[in-house]
């Protein structure tokens, strides 16, 4: 079954050592974690496939780690419509992933 995660190669983050230290910390966004959340977020500030990474976490609902640029409390932010909004239009494009249920 295919997936809808072809994009990610073409990430900033793609080849970067250590990269789940990098985009996943194991402490909290706030107070001592933000200099290692402000390091993936510099990797994403200018990526090519950023909106691509952030609707691929909003959609799959990922709520942990650094995804296009943005925090778990981040995309909590997001107005919930326009998350929603986000995940109908990744089934569109991506219609076989709606069959992949975890």
């Known amino acids: 079954m ?3 995660d072809s994009w990610m190669t073409e990430g900033n983050c793609s080849g970067v050592p250590g990269a789940d230290a990098v985009f996943f910390p194991d402490v909290p966004a706030g107070g001592s974690g933000a200099r290692e959340y402000a390091r993936a977020k510099a990797l994403c500030k200018d990526c090519p496939v950023r909106t691509h990474c952030l609707s691929y976490a909003i959609a799959h609902k990922i709520p942990y780690g650094v995804w296009g640029g943005t925090t778990q409390a981040e995309r909590r932010r997001i107005p919930k419509e326009r998350r929603r909004a986000i995940r109908r239009a990744w089934r569109q494009l991506y ?3 709606n069959r992949i249920r975890a």
């Open 95 to 97: 219609p076989v992933t």
């Open 2 to 4: 295919a997936l809808d």
